[in-house]
């Protein structure tokens, strides 16, 4: 294609309300155009790049056997009620129209309920399982907030895929060959070596789902990886043991309540008994399904919610309310600790704790922190410590005793097993060969199309803008003419045809800006092979070459040049 | 692929509700899901015959200079203002929800604001014209009823392309290679024979638009065909006149004002006097833009709106309100007429009028109609009769005096000038040679994929089932095993590959279905050609081939096998 049938232009800057590079670049570049925050159209050169990232991700998912299809966007209220997920209050980000006649319609944020609704048509036998099913579709979110360019969109594209199987095994052998299939997709987008297969949060019916993070400066995520492995978990489920406090004091001194209304907040607390917060603890009340738990964690930590469910085995766990606080401990908020605890309490301490001498506690009076604590001597010492804090920086894997590294990261994709969970839910059943109805294991799978593709625009970019790998440009050389001669346009247009003759895609720049200009929109739009042909070029009978990921170029003639572009 | 593989299933019913033709047969072969009304979700076979036709439609687009881009579902008020489009009063087919802080957003029905918003930021120069893009995009219509199968959608999938040019020249000439383009496209998909281009209601600027119309039984628009050529006319624009009354009185008889309270309806009327219909005449009151208008046709006929505003060149055209009735000639809706007509009324009379002799009319007095009225005689004979009637069964194209044949269509495509209307809405200019600000000549083009698709299902099917042609169809072959011996497979699973080794896209229906069903259900799902594999077969080393649109079976050897299929 030449550049002067391409409608888009170059652009300096970018809109000055763009805060995400991604979007910057892309937009500068002529991929994309934003329509409003969070969503996005794709111009020509975008929808080249979109198209070959799908393309990559559709033969994986064919090389496990998915089939693909494409649901609808519009949703009715049946298909969600029998989650519960119709309901704002647990699903938060619908966008809800009506019909005329006042039926009330939903726009697609997910299509777990809308493909079960319709498998359920077709798959009743255990003769019909396994299968899986994948589709491109874009979805709907109504986010808050949309300041991440393509990487956080109200409007985006999606791969989900949903596999169905008789069993556990069966669905355990398919989960694998999926996480396969996303690495190979990753590794041919040229993000391989930065994406990490991680422990997530699970569900129900499972303590971990699996997230495909990837290094990314933009990106919302941490994960905490063990430096001698691959293996890596998010944040929020990440194991974590403390390292050793340095200062510990080797001799307990005595206990004393400090007296002062209106303290707290362990960095308050600390500076006003002068002691480092790691000898501060952290109380958190909480009702977990009907018992009351304190969940206490050291001062520089805080309470894991997932982790402390995990202990308590609880279905429901949730903070409790200033009042509840009062009732339960006599006192205001801001004064609950190990000291004074009421009875009926169920005391849950992190491990961190363990090794505390002389530490602060609340004395659950409004108004009295207790200083000077020490285990078994003023409070009664856990038969058990847990894991219940939120790792952060410097904690180690407990397992290994590696300290972790802690990545910025982009979620990528997720993979779910929801064991027959979802099936129960929905009535999703198979006739097993004994003629007994079973329920199908249900797992979900996702790949976010145009949030990968912004990965890729923050990963592969250098100042001067994109740097598209092979498998994804839009077009795979960058032909500049210096020059607007007879000669010159005649070279050019020969090679256009040539390289394009080689069956590549070529982007050629034809205008009659000048050599820097032209350079610059290369550099800008990153094709990842630039060929320039200019009267010197031709005196030479060569051409210039020069990758977009190198500073320097080459001398080629037209054999050298071949065999660098279809190796 | 393999039937096994795949999850559908063929269904002897359709869900009872679905009335059409092309839902029902598209739902019993697998191709379509029904998600609610009007909306569906399209299965791996329903996927692959909307991505064939969409690439048909890419090929020609491109081929014609059209870039593809793809734009957002979610629309945003200020983008839609500027043509007064956003008004759920305009536009009464609008899905809008809100974001969270109560920004009013739209779902795309149309994306004709939208492109232009963007389009507008890059092209400024008259070097950057023309350009033509276009795009497969779902839109939603909140459509009242939505009855027709995948032919009018609430969700559906349209290939829109929009075309700026500098001038009404060169507007043209794209315009021109837009309308060759699209019927390659209904060539290539088999339509090509029953297609017309049509002149179509145009609009502001122009006076027709173009809309392609296949013939199609459940298609619910009417074409006028003139007999001895191509061209033909949606209904609502047909010009028309009215074949020769046979059983005109050639006396006239004396005038007479019939009372009759109450009597009102051209048909209650005709009977009470005993005339004929054709000798009734029907008067409907307007307001064009500030003008009363009484609008007068044959009984028989009804007023074309369309063709009334042109003759009036109003710019609003409105029918009188029964108080405006009432005010204006003093009588009762159901009597206005020729007779007493009101002063400052104008009258425009439709041309089946003129030969009318002993007629009746209104009186404008509740109660009274008039009969035995003649022109001049009775009442003032208009200098110019005009066109202003619906065309109808049996009328006369007046140019070539042929009378019209009419055909039950449906549209697949229609083409629209917008001049320079649109552009001056949305202050759309770009700047000339002389350096003056220009408005962009603009032109829309549609093709409704999903509808294309619904079309094909009712017009190449029989009682059996589908009967796609060789480019649409999932597959080309449906190669059908008779027999579950170890041989018969063999030989079924080698012709299998030997099919695929030869490039053809195969679906093997490798169940252990009796006969009977397996043939049945080839026929259902229609694809073009038919193989056999049964042990009579491998007895014979030759197989049995079928169309699906043929009776007879052939039995044939290997070579003429392969030629069959790649010729």
Same mark, same amino acid.
């Given at each position: 294609?030449?550049?002067?049938?391409?409608?888009?232009?170059?652009?300096?800057?970018?809109?000055?309300?763009?805060?995400?590079?991604?979007?910057?670049?892309?937009?500068?570049?002529?991929?994309?155009?934003?329509?409003?925050?969070?969503?996005?159209?794709?111009?020509?050169?975008?929808?080249?790049?979109?198209?070959?990232?799908?393309?990559?991700?559709?033969?994986?998912?064919?090389?496990?056997?998915?089939?693909?299809?494409?649901?609808?966007?519009?949703?009715?209220?049946?298909?969600?009620?029998?989650?519960?997920?119709?309901?704002?209050?647990?699903?938060?980000?619908?966008?809800?129209?009506?019909?005329?006649?006042?039926?009330?319609?939903?726009?697609?944020?997910?299509?777990?309920?809308?493909?079960?609704?319709?498998?359920?048509?077709?798959?009743?036998?255990?003769?019909?399982?396994?299968?899986?099913?994948?589709?491109?579709?874009?979805?709907?979110?109504?986010?808050?907030?949309?300041?991440?360019?393509?990487?956080?969109?109200?409007?985006?594209?999606?791969?989900?895929?949903?596999?169905?199987?008789?069993?556990?095994?069966?669905?355990?052998?398919?989960?694998?060959?999926?996480?396969?299939?996303?690495?190979?997709?990753?590794?041919?987008?040229?993000?391989?070596?930065?994406?990490?297969?991680?422990?997530?949060?699970?569900?129900?019916?499972?303590?971990?789902?699996?997230?495909?993070?990837?290094?990314?400066?933009?990106?919302?995520?941490?994960?905490?990886?063990?430096?001698?492995?691959?293996?890596?978990?998010?944040?929020?489920?990440?194991?974590?043991?403390?390292?050793?406090?340095?200062?510990?004091?080797?001799?307990?001194?005595?206990?004393?309540?400090?007296?002062?209304?209106?303290?707290?907040?362990?960095?308050?607390?600390?500076?006003?008994?002068?002691?480092?917060?790691?000898?501060?603890?952290?109380?958190?009340?909480?009702?977990?399904?009907?018992?009351?738990?304190?969940?206490?964690?050291?001062?520089?930590?805080?309470?894991?919610?997932?982790?402390?469910?995990?202990?308590?085995?609880?279905?429901?766990?949730?903070?409790?309310?200033?009042?509840?606080?009062?009732?339960?401990?006599?006192?205001?908020?801001?004064?609950?600790?190990?000291?004074?605890?009421?009875?009926?309490?169920?005391?849950?301490?992190?491990?961190?704790?363990?090794?505390?001498?002389?530490?602060?506690?609340?004395?659950?009076?409004?108004?009295?922190?207790?200083?000077?604590?020490?285990?078994?001597?003023?409070?009664?010492?856990?038969?058990?410590?847990?894991?219940?804090?939120?790792?952060?920086?410097?904690?180690?894997?407990?397992?290994?005793?590696?300290?972790?590294?802690?990545?910025?990261?982009?979620?990528?994709?997720?993979?779910?097993?929801?064991?027959?969970?979802?099936?129960?839910?929905?009535?999703?059943?198979?006739?097993?060969?004994?003629?007994?109805?079973?329920?199908?294991?249900?797992?979900?799978?996702?790949?976010?199309?145009?949030?990968?593709?912004?990965?890729?625009?923050?990963?592969?970019?250098?100042?001067?803008?994109?740097?598209?790998?092979?498998?994804?440009?839009?077009?795979?050389?960058?032909?500049?003419?210096?020059?607007?001669?007879?000669? $010159? =346009?005649?070279?050019?247009?020969?090679? /256009?045809? *040539?390289?394009?003759?080689?069956?590549? !895609?070529? &982007?050629?720049?034809? +205008?009659?800006?000048?050599?820097?200009?032209?350079?610059?929109?290369?550099?800008?739009?990153?094709?990842?092979?630039?060929?320039?042909?200019?009267?010197? $070029? =031709?005196?030479?009978?060569?051409?210039? /070459?020069? *990758?977009?990921?190198?500073?320097?170029? !080459?001398? &080629?003639?037209?054999? +050298?040049?071949?065999?660098?572009?279809?190796?």
């Amino acid at each position: 294609m030449k550049t002067s049938e391409l409608f888009t232009r170059t652009a300096r800057q970018a809109p000055a309300e763009e805060v995400s590079k991604n979007a910057q670049l892309l937009i500068r570049a002529g991929y994309v155009y934003k329509m409003m925050a969070g969503v996005y159209a794709y111009t020509p050169l975008g929808l080249r790049v979109l198209e070959n990232i799908k393309q990559i991700v559709r033969e994986e998912m064919n090389a496990i056997g998915g089939q693909e299809l494409i649901m609808s966007s519009l949703q009715k209220k049946e298909t969600w009620d029998a989650t519960g997920r119709w309901d704002d209050e647990v699903v938060d980000i619908w966008f809800k129209s009506k019909l005329k006649d006042g039926t009330e319609v939903g726009f697609a944020w997910s299509h777990e309920e809308a493909i079960i609704e319709m498998l359920k048509t077709y798959l009743t036998s255990y003769k019909d399982l396994p299968i899986n099913v994948y589709q491109f579709q874009t979805k709907m979110r109504n986010e808050l907030r949309a300041k991440s360019g393509i990487m956080r969109g109200r409007e985006f594209i999606m791969k989900d895929m949903y596999s169905c199987s008789i069993n556990a095994e069966q669905h355990e052998a398919f989960y694998q060959s999926s996480i396969d299939a996303y690495m190979r997709v990753f590794n041919r987008v040229g993000l391989g070596d930065v994406t990490y297969v991680t422990f997530a949060s699970g569900g129900a019916f499972t303590q971990y789902s699996h997230e495909f993070q990837t290094i990314c400066e933009a990106g919302e995520d941490k994960i905490y990886q063990i430096p001698s492995s691959g293996q890596a978990f998010n944040e929020e489920v990440a194991p974590s043991r403390a390292p050793a406090f340095a200062d510990m004091p080797t001799e307990q001194e005595d206990m004393n309540v400090v007296e002062a209304e209106g303290l707290t907040g362990v960095g308050a607390i600390a500076e006003r008994l002068a002691i480092p917060r790691e000898r501060t603890t952290k109380t958190m009340l909480y009702l977990a399904d009907d018992e009351m738990v304190a969940a206490v964690v050291r001062g520089d930590y805080a309470v894991n919610v997932d982790k402390l469910r995990a202990v308590l085995d609880a279905q429901k766990l949730q903070l409790a309310s200033e009042d509840n606080i009062r009732d339960i401990t006599g006192a205001e908020p801001g004064y609950a600790g190990l000291v004074n605890m009421p009875e009926g309490v169920r005391v849950i301490v992190d491990d961190a704790c363990e090794p505390l001498v002389n530490f602060e506690t609340g004395a659950n009076k409004t108004g009295q922190h207790a200083a000077n604590i020490n285990w078994d001597r003023d409070v009664t010492k856990p038969d058990t410590f847990h894991d219940i804090k939120m790792a952060k920086k410097g904690d180690i894997h407990p397992e290994t005793g590696e300290v972790y590294t802690i990545h910025k990261t982009a979620e990528v994709g997720n993979i779910f097993n929801f064991g027959t969970q979802k099936s129960k839910d929905t009535n999703f059943s198979y006739t097993d060969e004994q003629g007994e109805l079973q329920y199908v294991h249900l797992g979900s799978y996702g790949i976010g199309v145009t949030r990968l593709m912004g990965v890729l625009a923050e990963n592969f970019s250098d100042e001067k803008g994109l740097r598209w790998s092979d498998e994804v440009a839009p077009f795979r050389v960058y032909l500049v003419r210096i020059g607007n001669d007879e000669e $010159t =346009i005649s070279a050019a247009d020969t090679l /256009y045809a *040539k390289l394009q003759s080689w069956g590549i !895609e070529v &982007l050629y720049d034809d +205008s009659e800006k000048r050599p820097g200009e032209k350079f610059a929109d290369a550099d800008l739009i990153g094709i990842p092979h630039r060929i320039v042909v200019s009267p010197k $070029t =031709i005196a030479e009978e060569k051409y210039e /070459y020069k *990758k977009r990921t190198e500073d320097e170029a !080459e001398i &080629l003639d037209i054999e +050298s040049l071949k065999s660098r572009l279809t190796q």
